[in-house]
């Protein structure tokens, strides 16, 4: 927890997380429309940030770059939530699992979760299907067996805050790749910290809402 | 402005390249030769490179230095161009000389449990000669570490220890290999191959550790000709060498030559297939709004049409697409637009419905989305809202949204009301520009390097103006500044001559103007200084179905040269030019044009070229021109014919672009079979908006 704050917060003073980048359509659109959005480059991170902040934010890390970005909600969908960084990025959840993204080098393109919400509370198993858009603009689908296995309690602690969760380990695999994420899940069934694995190559990312 | 971060792009292309990640390798790599193609130290083995898998390989020893790029041509083709240097070709105290050659390698065997892989291949098949030979060679891979090989060579691979040549069984011409009379180079020695004696080579490779391999061979070329001439004295038929491999990307040897020398070699392997970016570094786009489905909409769409088209034209232009015309027709939207930021039309168009269904009211039921480029219409493509929203997050939905799409000619502009934008319809820009050539038979690398400014009025989308001026601050071409000594007009061997350096040059300045004059039927007239060396009109017609891998097309040229001050003057040379075209896109991305007509020169013959496309815009091809000039009357090379390769520059940044960096790689001082480089034929034009072409790159529709 404390790596992860850590490094979220030097890679948000590192990556300077700036002025809306121009070409994103996102922010552009906002200036054209005036729609309310929060500005999310903050620096540098505190409690504040989170209790100030009108939305909800998500600190969202590249593990294998170790530069870190608050995203917003930017629209609903049914049961997913687009989550929008200020840098040309968006996240799109399912109750905490990233089942697309956009804008990241080698993230994922689209997935589903199989039976996943409801297994991973009882350590059942189930089938998950992701797309990769590969280097040749081809889709390839691969198909994961996952385990879930309850690790059992954990407080995470940060930013004036303290959660009482429960870890859910996930074991994915398949003949070629195998891989495991981490879901810290509090009493409301809410994803507040986690390890997911988004691309073909192994990108990885850790997420946090305080 | 745009193109000028474009233009710096370019340049730096050459250096990114490299970057090129091979990420997702399962086995052990080709070890690469002397040769630069997979081998042992200077024989060949039969180990094929995933398809598509590209080599760049510097290689040398005291008499030779070798530049190589390999290309797995197709899963069992390979093809390699080699410039190489020789140190006193001729003995001692004589002079050096270029040379540049082709390889052919085809497999076929594929290895098995049990079979090794099997190919057959001609070294040097179409050069001056100098390392031409063909073999047979079998290689197996004995142990995960170690893998053996084994061959039958001819011409320079049957000097060692020859014998006579088995093939005499099937003829007995088979025996003899006539002399080695390849005249002015650059026509395939047919009456040679696999003639005259043959020998016996092998060797193996030996892994030590992932990044360390031993390679030893036997070698059946003694090197005859150096040793007669004194420049060689081989003690040895065996070679042996270390390799490092500090990358999956790079490998590094070092090698014992002939007992007496010492050879370095460096080779950068690459795949088009794999880029550096894995999925590319896009911005996100705007989601689809699910309608419906709780989605809270950025804006309250407004409900005039007005201002419908007001608040679309603005959210395209900010994603980089220009809304050209739009009509709302009941429940249907088209609109007609160009795209001026991403490679892939199948992206483009994505992202049109993105914006379409983001802020549309919920009553507009289906799209139609027509892309055009230079005012053309190129093609239409009808798709549901329903559909966008089933298929936009969901798996499988790239492939659900091409199966629900309705393609088609793009439909009567009759009933579309045009867009008025507040864009300028001039433009220019100010650059750095470089003329790179390389490989040319007397240097390795000319170019030029000066500043470039240019200019585009737009009297309509369809109709434009454009040109450009330069300023060449430096080049090493001077030395051709001389006239050619050509016995054809010299519509190319004068090159050398054009735009002195210190003074403005007009590189071009034409009217381009584009049209439909019927179903399939696309027009282009262009009018003016249309090149560097040649002004006048240029008139094309092409046929194409949006749905058709078949094209034809047919141009004519009346052109004059222009003055070697590259001002407004012309010389006494005019002459009519053109040609018919047929091209056909194959599957598997293999594209063949056959052009037929008059070149400049006023030459009458053919041109046929076959290039392979990756969907990701990387282009390799090759291509090959026979006209009515006699061989001795062309030059050195006999007759044209190159080698090209086209790098999409999304595909070194990750991040959207139209523009691409071709080289080829030829002789540009001949005059035989040279044709006009006028800009925007309509093949290339109009074949990107056809979805037989960007089905392609469908996978980033979504993206």
Not at chain 2, 616 to 628: C, F, K, S
Request: proline share 5%.
């Amino acid at each position: 927890m404390k790596k992860t704050i850590a490094l979220a917060l030097l890679g948000l003073t590192v990556s300077g997380c700036g002025p809306l980048v121009k070409d994103s359509i996102i922010p552009r659109l906002t200036s054209v429309f005036q729609v309310r959005q929060v500005n999310a480059a903050v620096t540098p991170v505190s409690a504040a940030t989170f209790d100030d902040s009108p939305v909800p934010l998500m600190l969202i890390l590249s593990r294998e770059t170790g530069v870190a970005v608050l995203v917003q909600p930017f629209m609903e969908l049914e049961n997913r939530t687009i989550w929008a960084a200020p840098a040309n990025q968006t996240f799109t959840m399912e109750q905490g699992i990233i089942v697309e993204t956009r804008g990241v080098d080698d993230g994922v393109h689209a997935s589903d979760l199989g039976n996943m919400l409801v297994e991973m509370r009882r350590n059942g198993a189930t089938r998950r299907s992701m797309e990769y858009l590969t280097g040749n603009d081809q889709i390839v689908r691969i198909d994961f067996d996952c385990v879930y296995s309850n690790l059992g309690s954990e407080v995470l602690s940060g930013f004036d805050r303290t959660i009482s969760t429960y870890v859910v380990q996930e074991d994915c695999k398949n003949a070629q790749i195998q891989f495991s994420n981490y879901y810290w899940i509090d009493d409301r069934d809410v994803v507040r910290q986690s390890v997911q694995r988004l691309g073909l190559n192994g990108g990885a990312v850790e997420t946090l809402l305080p | 402005m745009a193109k000028i971060s474009n233009c710096v792009q370019a340049v730096l292309i050459c250096g990114v390249v490299g970057v090129g990640s091979l990420a997702g390798a399962q086995e052990v790599r080709p070890h690469y030769s002397l040769y630069g193609t997979p081998g042992l130290v200077e024989m060949p083995s039969a180990h094929v490179a995933p398809d598509g898998e590209a080599s760049v390989s510097v290689n040398g020893f005291g008499l030779q230095q070798r530049v190589g790029l390999t290309f797995q041509l197709a899963p069992r083709i390979t093809g390699t161009f080699r410039y190489a240097h020789f140190d006193h070709v001729r003995g001692p105290g004589t002079a050096d000389t270029y040379d540049r050659s082709f390889d052919f390698q085809y497999n076929v065997v594929r290895e098995g449990p049990w079979l090794p892989s099997v190919s057959v291949g001609l070294r040097d098949f179409a050069g001056t000669g100098l390392l031409t030979s063909e073999y047979v060679v079998a290689t197996k891979t004995v142990s995960p570490d170690i893998r053996l090989t084994g061959g039958l060579g001819w011409g320079r691979l049957g000097t060692r220890n020859g014998f006579t040549n088995p093939l005499g069984v099937l003829a007995s011409g088979f025996e003899t290999r006539p002399n080695n009379d390849f005249g002015l180079g650059g026509t395939p020695s047919f009456s040679q191959y696999f003639r005259g004696d043959a020998a016996l080579f092998g060797g193996v490779e030996w892994r030590l550790t992932p990044k360390f391999t031993l390679v030893g061979e036997y070698s059946s070329d003694a090197y005859v000709r150096e040793t007669n001439n004194g420049n060689l004295d081989p003690q040895s038929p065996f070679n042996f060498g270390l390799t490092w491999t500090p990358s999956e990307s790079s490998q590094i040897s070092a090698y014992s030559l002939f007992g007496t020398d010492i050879g370095l070699s460096f080779t950068h392997v690459f795949n088009p297939v794999n880029r550096p970016n894995v999925s590319g570094l896009d911005p996100a786009p705007l989601p689809v709004r699910v309608r419906g489905a709780g989605a809270t909409p950025m804006v309250l769409g407004p409900q005039s049409s007005e201002s419908l088209q007001t608040t679309l034209t603005q959210a395209m232009a900010a994603d980089g697409i220009e809304l050209q015309a739009i009509e709302f027709a009941g429940t249907e939207v088209r609109v007609r637009y160009e795209n001026s930021k991403y490679r892939s039309e199948a992206q483009a168009m994505g992202h049109v419905v993105r914006i379409l269904s983001f802020l549309l009211p919920d009553h507009y039921e289906s799209f139609v989305l027509e892309p055009t480029d230079r005012g053309i219409a190129l093609s239409s493509t009808r798709l549901q809202r329903r559909d966008v929203e089933r298929f936009s997050q969901s798996v499988g939905g790239t492939r659900g949204i091409y199966d629900s799409a309705e393609f088609g000619p793009a439909r009567s502009a009759d009933t579309l009301t045009t867009v008025q934008t507040d864009q300028s319809a001039f433009e220019w820009g100010v650059r750095p520009y470089s003329d790179l050539t390389l490989f040319d038979p007397t240097n390795p690398a000319t170019f030029d390097v000066g500043i470039e400014a240019v200019a585009r009025y737009e009297f309509s989308p369809a109709f434009v103006l454009s040109g450009a001026v330069r300023d060449r601050l430096w080049t090493n071409r001077e030395g051709k500044a001389s006239g050619s000594g050509s016995v054809l007009p010299h519509v190319r061997s004068d090159i050398g001559r054009y735009g002195q350096t210190g003074s403005l040059a007009l590189s071009n300045l034409a009217a381009a103007w584009y049209g439909i004059p019927g179903d399939n039927l696309y027009s282009r007239l262009t009018v003016g200084y249309l090149e560097q060396m040649f002004g006048g009109i240029s008139a094309e017609l092409l046929w194409k179905r949006t749905d058709s891998p078949f094209a034809l097309g047919a141009e004519l040229n009346y052109v004059a040269q222009r003055d070697f001050d590259m001002g407004f003057g012309f010389q006494d040379y005019d002459v009519l030019t053109g040609h018919l075209s047929a091209y056909w896109k194959m599957d598997n991305g293999f594209h063949v044009q056959l052009d037929g007509g008059r070149y400049l020169a006023g030459d009458w013959g053919a041109t046929l070229s076959v290039d392979r496309e990756f969907a990701n815009g990387w282009r390799l091809g090759a291509y090959a021109t026979l006209t009515d000039v006699p061989f001795a009357d062309f030059g050195e090379g006999s007759f044209d014919k190159g080698i090209r390769v086209t790098v999409p520059l999304d595909w070194t940044s990750g991040q959207p672009n139209r523009t691409a960096q071709s080289t080829t790689l030829n002789s540009l001082s001949r005059d035989g079979g040279a044709r006009l480089a006028v800009e925007g034929r309509l093949y290339e034009v109009v074949r990107k908006g056809h979805f037989d072409n960007y089905e392609n790159s469908w996978g980033r529709f979504w993206k």
